[in-house]
């Protein structure tokens, strides 16, 4: 076994202890995925999009290999579900047939974002969350259906159901710090873009709302100008391994969703929105990661700043991959994604979610 692979099954043996899995122990009926591409499992592979990962070394150590996920193994959402009680995996809305939808779906498109236009003009078509959120109407109505249940019974199901959204890397990496290819950096300052990013973003909380979810963890944005895209594009000052210009303007987004938050539960009826932190999370350093600022996966030419930050078709990868935090350029490893989604669901420190973690919502 390499020490890559050593470093991951330690990993799992910690996490299978601290949250006490339980095979087959659903803790909701069903969970549902918006986001990006820290969250997509495939429903991009049939997109016109640049935005793809269903090609080697994605997928190497993930059952079956390439399936769209950007990582070597599990995403995110893949651990949450797991953690949540799930056997399986929660299909890709690419993929959902039949009943499988009534244990969820992953609508997460990678390039997508809160702004219809985020991706558009440099990585082609991908799906927004407006388009998500159509997406995820169509799925309503299937679920409707298949339970032979009228609105008010299938609002009941899904009113236990959890629900995830991971949307905004996006309107930084493939927008506002793309001028070539986007005004938003030309026409607003980076206090004023976050203002029009949780304006829009409330609004589609609250269709989400409107389709039944009750039980909603919004995730914020992570440490994006740490990425090694980031730091290759446009270099650090000082002292700092990061590039501190980005982390103050998504930092500016990430502080108003506390308020958001607050805001709708405070005037949704049995509304439970949590906040999590994946920025302070993603600041504490994680056992066993002495490669915290370079790709695992043979990476093209970081200095082209056309938000493409992929692994090289076929390219090699690094063999410690256990002891990597980035995948690709931007992109987190299955190491690094289980410490995320772990924290997500249990909190270890009070600042990780807010008022509670994925676990207690879950409970509720």
């Not at 893949?78 to 609508?107: C, E, M, T, W």
């Not at 997406?135 to 995830?164: E, F, G, M, P, W």
């Not at 589609?204 to 963890?217: C, D, E, H, M």
């Not at 090699?316 to 002891?323: L, V």
Request: charged fraction near 15%; charge should be positive; glycine fraction near 10%.
């Amino acid at each position: 076994m390499t020490r890559g692979r050593k470093q991951w099954h330690l990993m799992v043996m910690i996490l299978n202890f601290h949250f006490r899995w339980v095979n087959g122990a659903e803790q909701v009926p069903c969970y549902f995925i918006f986001g990006d591409s820290l969250f997509d499992s495939g429903n991009n592979n049939a997109l016109p999009t640049k935005a793809k990962a269903n090609y080697p070394p994605y997928g190497i150590d993930f059952p079956g290999g390439p399936t769209g996920r950007f990582s070597n193994g599990l995403n995110m959402a893949d651990v949450i579900a797991q953690l949540l009680g799930f056997g399986g995996f929660i299909p890709s809305y690419a993929s959902a047939r039949g009943d499988d939808i009534l244990k969820g779906v992953n609508y997460a498109s990678g390039g997508g974002g809160i702004l219809n236009e985020t991706a558009r003009n440099n990585l082609g078509f991908v799906w927004s969350m407006n388009h998500q959120l159509l997406n995820h109407q169509r799925t309503v109505s299937r679920i409707r259906r298949v339970l032979k249940r009228d609105r008010k019974s299938t609002a009941k199901y899904l009113s236990k159901c959890i629900y995830t959204v991971g949307m905004g890397n996006n309107d930084y990496i493939n927008n506002y710090l793309l001028p070539q290819f986007y005004t938003t950096s030309h026409v607003y300052t980076p206090e004023q873009y976050a203002t029009v990013l949780v304006r829009q973003y409330s609004r589609q909380l609250k269709i989400l709302y409107k389709l039944g979810a009750r039980k909603i963890a919004v995730f914020g944005l992570g440490l994006v100008g740490c990425t090694p895209g980031s730091v290759a594009i446009y270099g650090t000052s000082n002292s700092s391994m990061c590039v501190d210009s980005i982390n103050m303007a998504v930092q500016i987004f990430n502080k108003k969703l506390i308020p958001l938050v607050d805001e709708l539960n405070n005037n949704l009826q049995d509304a439970k929105f949590i906040y999590v932190d994946i920025f302070n999370i993603s600041s504490t350093p994680t056992p066993g990661n002495s490669a915290i600022n370079t790709p695992c996966c043979e990476v093209g030419n970081l200095t082209m700043n056309e938000g493409v930050s992929t692994c090289t078709p076929f390219g090699t990868s690094c063999p410690n991959r256990g002891e990597h935090v980035f995948w690709d350029t931007t992109h987190p490893t299955e190491v690094a994604n289980a410490v995320l989604a772990g924290r997500s669901y249990s909190a270890q420190l009070p600042s990780d979610t807010y008022p509670i973690d994925i676990r207690r919502l879950a409970q509720l």
